[in-house]
């Protein structure tokens, strides 16, 4: 055995360079600076222009440390995803504000395992209090951050399996589901498709959710809900959860999470909450009430990486009952890692960081190895406090019924549904135009003019069957200027195409 004679950085023991990183970063600020101004043309979809400087075999030989970061400053950031643009609204995530971006560096580089003690997971623990806090839930719940909403609502239909299955004498999570007479979940046809995913998973099976009819204000029908209960019950099968909107993704709409609460308690089935997006939204003492008591939510799942700006990969998981979420997570220890069984005072000074659990646990959740996304979220909220969040979610849920004023009085504009979050949702409509097909090609074409502009960025939707322009606004960088100019683009696209015919 011989190791190979590759050229290393002087007094580095490995080719990968593993000092300078102070140089290293200094290198690509002012690309990413310049890219955070957004004022040049958006050449992220230019194909032809990038993917030769890129594209390539495997390499055999490394060209260093420098070649590497000349291909970041140079193509990769100036042609990267806008989202943080201050005219973008198509998704339900954004680019992170500056604290949560140096947060994100800081965890990459300092505290690259989550559960350890050390200052970094206090401030991840810390982070999971205050969002608790923040978001109105009783002290006693517990929480866990997630790679996103969708790990977050599978967590919180783990434990709504793990539940059920106990009512049964059942140890899903050990035993398995097999035992368990054909599980049902009830939703509304707005639950996003991560909650079905998340039945797939688990083994629950994505035919058994039962999705009811949307009622005259687009909210699940809670006396058809009530009717599938009693028949599954009747038949013998199993109801496992309700799933309740707070707030979905499409139009912004909460179901009627208090009547949903009360439902669940009636039957004695686990009651889950997908605000992945809107649930930021009790932060609004005028929407707040639509939101009910938090405390009657047996698990919820939302995401910091959308309203809050936290990086993406950022969500997380709260649940009523911890004990039971680690029954349903539980990771038996190795035996590598039995520091895990060692019982370390929580207040005291351990000899070392290396036998001593800090807070948290891996049996809340899914991932084992995972960095402390929490630091972003405590940077932001040290930032701007929970004050901070508040106005910011007035402020947005603010511009959606600024545009929805906008179509209201402009005769060439139809608002497809009155905004309840921050989600808005119109069209473009001729005086005269009445077939739907003729009017959904022209709005798409809207659409499209609108994002090879560049100046005002919606995505689209469909509300009752027609097609809908949707802005939705979480963006720290959104301002007044781009919703209004966002109405104003689309008035006089729609009015150059329609004449165009």
Known sequence: FRPLALERPAGDPDVARTDRLDEAVASVLPALEAFNRFDTPDRA???SEWAPLLDE??????VGTEAVLE???EVVIPRGLRV???GFTSWVTTAPSTTAAV???????ASPQRWWLQPSNHLDTMAVRWLIELLGFPSSYVGTFTSGGSTANLVGIGGARQHAAEKLGIDAALDGIGAIPEPRIYASPETHHVVTRAMGVLGLGRRNLRLVELDGNRRADLRQMAAYIREDKAAGRTPVAIVGNAGDVNTGIVDP???MAALAREHDIWFHVDGAYGGWGVLDERVEAAFGDRGLYDSFAVDPHKWMAAPVGTGLAICRDGELLSRAFTIEPGAYDRERNQVVDPVGDPESPWGALGGGTPDWGVD????TRGIAVWAVLKEIGAEGMRERVRRHNDFARMV???ARAEGELELLVEPQLSIACFRYRPAGWDDEEQLERLNADILAELRRVGRSLPSSTNVGGRFAIRACYINPRNDREHVELLVDDVLEIGRRLSAEG
């Open 84 to 86: 943080g643009h201050p």
């Open 404 to 406: 929805a004023a906008r």
């Open 257 to 259: 999470l208090p009547e």
């Open 45 to 47: 979809s230019i194909r």
């Open 57 to 62: 075999p495997l390499p055999e030989d490394g």
């Open 71 to 73: 291909l970041m400053r």
């Open 368 to 371: 084992f190895s995972t960095p």
């Open 103 to 109: 947060g994100h560096l800081v965890s990459a580089v």
